[in-house]
């Protein structure tokens, strides 16, 4: 399903404004962690945005979307308060917890963890 432009000028909005309420606003919510908002998606009517999480370094990632969930009408308020000039309504937030960037990361450790030998300078001599 593709995203329409204004879905997608929407997401972006969201995505930039969400994380600046995540690293300005609420730092009582994210105490000596690293969540970052790695994607949104909206619905076409605007109504509901899913937001993908990334939680690189944060121990219990599901602990942690419990408390952001917790949070979520307090962070619905503060978006309503940055986009509310731009939106008739605030979208419903749904949290993600997103699992791309980590799998990427485990694949990058695992590249570099292999033990490959360098190519022997007499083979390509031959």
């Known amino acids: 399903m593709n995203e329409s432009k204004r879905q997608q000028k929407f997401s972006k909005l969201i995505q930039r404004d969400l ?5 300005k606003d609420k730092p009582g919510i994210f105490t000596n962690t690293f969540v970052t908002v790695a994607d ?11 937001v993908y999480l990334s939680m690189l370094m944060v ?8 408390k952001i969930d917790r949070h979520k ?5 503060d978006l309503g308060n940055k986009i ?3 939106v008739r309504k605030v979208p419903e937030l749904i949290f993600i917890i997103d699992e ?7 694949i990058d450790q695992l590249i ?3 033990n490959i030998p360098p190519a022997d300078s007499e083979d390509e001599k031959q």
């Open 40 to 50: 949104v998606k909206i619905t076409p009517d605007l109504s509901v945005a899913k």
């Open 59 to 66: 121990k219990d990632k599901n602990e942690m979307l419990e």
């Open 84 to 86: 509310g000039k731009q």
């Open 112 to 114: 570099d963890n292999l």
């Open 73 to 77: 009408k307090e962070i619905r308020r």
């Open 100 to 106: 791309v960037e980590e799998k990427a990361s485990r």
């Open 19 to 23: 994380s600046d309420i995540f690293q």
